[in-house]
């Protein structure tokens, strides 16, 4: 309005100075508009500026905790149950996520038998700050996890088991231990490392593949022999098959002890077969002597009741060894000299073979997993299937092992075909990332007792080994027996203090290994 009274004053000059009213209705007018000024600037000085605009919220970043739980929550719930896998999906959401925070990334479709849904794997490469003038390129480190999961059956769990609840200081679903915690792990890891503008000396990469739960033919294998490119520059990887395992109880063991960091550096081999017993097949009320199920089963009993040979390997014998200080009183000598004990000292043999998670790592063991026969009662079946999952020591071969089977049922009708395996071998401990792993350890409360490990199952570490990288299972997570138990099983779930706080020691542990490297230790 008062720019509305100028324009009328200056267009009639005839009008001398404006009338009274005129000029009362500007200065009312400006009255009005000085208090609109003045009025927030004395409300900003009497409170804080949150209460007028909140700034500290419009701007501030959710907590790693917020960020971690939310993260996981989301990736359980994007399903990616192997057989199909399907895990395009989740590798494209993780991708973006590296996106966001500028990290260099990329979605590589892999093979999907039988036109099955989309799968993929993804990869992100946090770029470091390079060598020093006259020194050589550090070799890349390689944070692997999977993004497959094993079924669940949803009226078995306390908790829809793809929701991915939070719920009671837990993210809650398949896949929150083995693997996709570990794959939001990593990724943090690479995401909190960009952010601190603090780089390492040496590039750090995320690989997140499908398909390990069916062996990772199509997964990491795949990957490994198809894109050489992505694992470029790659010395060191680190995956899932060892962590820090709290509580009494590891391999047998009583009492207080410290944390075992348990680090695996090789794996026993699989060697997966199937057994086809045929005959003619007919109605069961006519039984045959060579009947296909009677005689897949005698093989079975054959193969059951089968005793192999020990064997302690260089790789177990350190594993003990290094066991024997927190072993009981009675133990610890047979610990320290693993082979000579088993063979010499019969009361040791006994109570250490009694372990069946102990026994497993000196001898091959076989396990009668699947069983076919007729679909109804009343039929006697032209062909009968059994599925072995044999676990070999290092050194040996599933072509081997199939011969000595096939040798022993003495069963010329009864076909044997390998349906999976692969060769074992071993990473040494003797690394600057071995030795950082201790050194970080030793700097908990309380310090962690650092154990080179061989496990009875397998991991994708075994596609990386055969590169030449050096390749440890070890994820630092501290988990209770209890807790690591749930992996594959019922209600599967992990508390969101030990997400974050693996994610901790995986930056704390990256930086340590750098510095290890740049000390010449």
């Given amino acids: 309005m008062i720019f509305q009274a100028q324009t009328r004053t200056q267009s009639d000059p005839g009008r001398g100075r404006g009338r009274p009213q005129d000029i009362v209705n500007a200065l009312r007018t400006t009255a009005l508009l000085v208090c609109a000024v003045v009025a927030p600037i004395l409300i900003f000085r009497a409170s804080p500026a949150k209460a007028i605009w909140p700034f500290d919220n419009l701007f501030s970043r959710p907590s790693l905790e917020q960020r971690a739980a939310q993260m996981l929550s989301d ?11 399907a895990e395009e999906r989740l590798a494209r959401k993780l991708a973006a996520a590296l996106g966001r925070a500028g990290i260099e990334n990329r979605v590589i479709s892999t093979p999907s038998p039988d036109d099955g ?38 009226e078995e769990w306390s908790i829809a088991p793809f929701s991915g609840k939070i719920w009671d200081g837990f993210v809650w679903g398949r ?3 083995d693997a996709k915690g570990v794959a939001v792990s990593h ?69 207080e002890r410290p944390p075992v960091w348990g680090v695996t550096l090789t794996e026993k081999a699989p060697c997966w077969l199937e057994l086809r017993s045929r005959s003619r097949g007919g109605h069961s009320s006519a039984p045959t002597p060579d009947a296909a199920v009677p005689k897949l089963i005698a093989a079975l009993d054959r193969i ?46 006994r109570r250490f073979l009694d372990n069946p998670s102990q026994s497993a790592l000196v001898r091959n063991t076989v396990s009668i997993t699947v069983l076919e026969g007729a679909s109804k009662t009343n039929v006697a079946p032209a062909i009968a299937r059994a599925q072995l999952d044999a676990r070999l020591l290092p050194g040996e071969r599933c072509g081997a092992f199939k011969a000595a089977i096939e040798a022993l049922i003495d069963e010329p009708s009864i076909e044997i075909e390998e349906i999976l395996s692969f060769s074992s ?79 901790e020691l995986t930056i704390e542990l990256v930086r340590t290994f750098d510095e290890l490297e740049s000390s010449g230790h």
């Fill in 75 to 85: 990736a359980i719930q994007t399903p990616t149950v192997n057989p199909p896998g």
């Fill in 175 to 177: 896949g929150a231990l």
């Fill in 117 to 154: 849904p989309p799968r993929a794997a993804v990869w992100g490469r946090l770029r470091g700050r390079g060598p020093s003038r006259g020194d050589e390129r550090r070799p890349a480190l390689a944070l692997l996890s999977h993004l497959d999961t094993v079924p669940a059956k949803a």
């Fill in 304 to 349: 059951r009741r089968a005793e192999s040979a020990i064997h302690v390997s260089d790789e177990v014998a350190q594993m003990f060894a290094a066991l024997a200080v927190i072993a009981p009183e009675w133990d610890r000598p047979g610990f320290e000299n693993l082979a000579d004990a088993l063979d010499e000292n019969d009361a040791f043999r």
């Fill in 425 to 503: 071998r071993a990473s040494p401990a003797d690394t600057p990332l071995y030795r950082a792993i201790e050194s970080l350890a030793a700097r908990q409360e309380p310090a962690g007792l650092v154990v080179p490990r061989t496990i009875s199952g397998f991991t994708d570490a075994h596609w990386f080994r055969e590169l030449g990288i050096v390749s440890y299972g070890f994820v630092p997570r501290a988990l209770a027996a209890e807790e690591s138990r749930r992996v594959h099983g019922i209600d599967e779930r992990i508390a969101i203090d030990t997400l974050v706080h693996s994610i």
């Fill in 187 to 255: 990724l943090l890891t690479l995401i909190e490392i960009a952010a601190s503008n603090d780089r390492l000396d040496r590039d750090l990469i995320l690989l997140a593949t499908p398909d390990e739960e069916e062996g990772g033919g199509l997964g990491a294998g795949w990957i490994a022999e198809h894109h050489p490119e992505l694992l470029e520059g790659v010395g060191y990887l680190l995956t899932e098959g060892g962590g820090i395992q709290k509580g009494p109880g590891v391999s047998g063991l009583e009492g």
